[in-house]
Antibody, heavy 119, light 111 residues
Framework: QLQLQESGPGLVKPSETLSLTCTVS??????????WAWIRQPPGKGLEWIGS???????YYTPSLKSRLTISVDTSKTQFYLELKSVSAADTAVYYC???????????WGQGTLVTVSS | QSVLTQPPSASGAPGQRVTISCSGN????????VYWYRQLPGTAPKLLIY???QRPSGVPDRFSGSRSGTSASLAISGLRSEDEADYYC????????????FGGGTKLTVL
């Protein structure tokens, strides 16, 4: 059964870079059928799609974060990554990684990890 | 401001039927599939409905989805106390090179 697990620092200082890893197990990250996504949820607020990546490295980013965002993949480690630069308190959220078919909803989710931006 | 519009709250008594609406436009709901998620406090969203009206295995048939034009809805019949949760609609949007979009979420209260 597919499992997704987020990991990374729970606290990031303002203006620094937020870096998270999603480790995929129980399924192939090289699948031609799926994309790998990051989704976030600020405390008490709704869900926001951040971006998605294919195993080849092709990416789709949400326009509002595109200038600060990098999503990458390492198929040898069965991991994909999120880097968000120049963070502020507005980036405080639970960050989820997920799997989805192309241009589709997100079928499988990690448990999420809370990242707080604070000095 | 979410791309898809949901009512912030809904309620119903046990055993009743409630519906939650999700409004979008031609770029998203009308031309792409709709998905529905349920989220309990402190947990990841769980898929309830995919491709407008399909239930994953394990989701009771009390839950049903539909789509018409630029709107979609989730219906829950035989309401139970454990249905109290946040519900989100989602879709893909064809604008701006393509992006995933969510509704703002609806808090369902079982009276």
């Amino acid at each position: 059964q597919l499992q997704l697990q987020e990991s990374g620092p729970g606290l990031v200082k303002p203006s620094e870079t937020l870096s998270l890893t999603c480790t995929v197990s129980g399924g192939s990250i090289n699948s031609r059928n799926f994309f790998w996504a990051w989704i976030r949820q600020p405390p008490g607020k709704g869900l926001e799609w951040i971006g998605s990546i294919f195993y080849t490295g092709n990416t789709y980013y949400t326009p509002s974060l595109k200038s600060r965002l990098t999503i990458s993949v390492d198929t040898s480690k069965t991991q994909f990554y999120l880097e968000l630069k120049s963070v502020s308190a507005a980036d405080t959220a639970v960050y989820y990684c997920a799997r989805h078919p192309r241009r589709s909803g997100w079928f499988d989710w990690g448990q999420g990890t809370l990242v707080t931006v604070s000095s | 401001q979410s791309v898809l519009t949901q009512p912030p709250s809904a309620s119903g008594a046990p055993g009743q039927r409630v519906t939650i609406s999700c409004s979008g436009n031609t770029s998203n709901i009308e031309n792409n599939y709709v998905y529905w998620y349920r989220q309990l406090p402190g947990t990841a969203p769980k898929l309830l409905i995919y491709t407008n009206d399909q239930r994953p295995s394990g989701v009771p048939d009390r839950f049903s989805g539909s789509r018409s034009g630029t709107s979609a809805s989730l219906a829950i019949s035989g309401l139970r106390s454990e249905d109290e949760a946040d519900y989100y609609c989602a879709s893909w949007d064809d604008s701006l090179s393509g992006r995933g979009v969510f509704g703002g979420g609806t808090k369902l209260t079982v009276l």
